[in-house]
Nanobody, 119 residues
Framework: QVQLVESGGGLVQPGGSLRLSCAAS????????MGWYRQAPGKQRELVAA???????NYADSVKGRFTISRDNAKNTVYLQMNSLKPEDTAVYYC?????????????WGQGTQVTVSS
């Protein structure tokens, strides 16, 4: 059973920083792509950042230059370093793991962690 557990959310002032962590279990972590999504009230869930099993990354335009995604395969953990936070970054942040077995895609989600940017 694959489990993803996020941590690191909280309340931060505009311009501040947070680091989110997502620990995975029940799978060969290094074989999977990982990503962070977020969902603000009344909005659709959107991709924030993703990293492949080879370490290639991509980011939403709204977070480029401010957020950094990374992974530590030895710890089965993916991180999202968030700097220069803005009120519009306020959302529930979800970790996602996905891949393909032969031709069958799969994906798993964490439970989410709240990030609130407010003075």
């Amino acid at each position: 059973q694959v489990q993803l557990v996020e941590s690191g959310g909280g309340l931060v002032q505009p311009g501040g920083s947070l680091r989110l962590s997502c620990a995975a279990s029940g799978t060969t972590f290094s074989n999977n792509a990982m990503g962070w999504y977020r969902q603000a009230p009344g909005k659709q869930r959107e991709l924030v950042a993703a990293i492949t099993n080879h370490g290639m990354t991509n980011y939403a335009d709204s977070v480029k230059g401010r957020f950094t995604i990374s992974r530590d395969n030895a710890k089965n953990t993916v991180y999202l370093q968030m700097n220069s936070l803005k009120p519009e970054d306020t959302a529930v942040y979800y970790c996602k793991l996905w891949g393909v077995v032969v031709t069958t895609p799969y994906e798993y989600w964490g439970q989410g962690t709240q990030v609130t940017v407010s003075s």
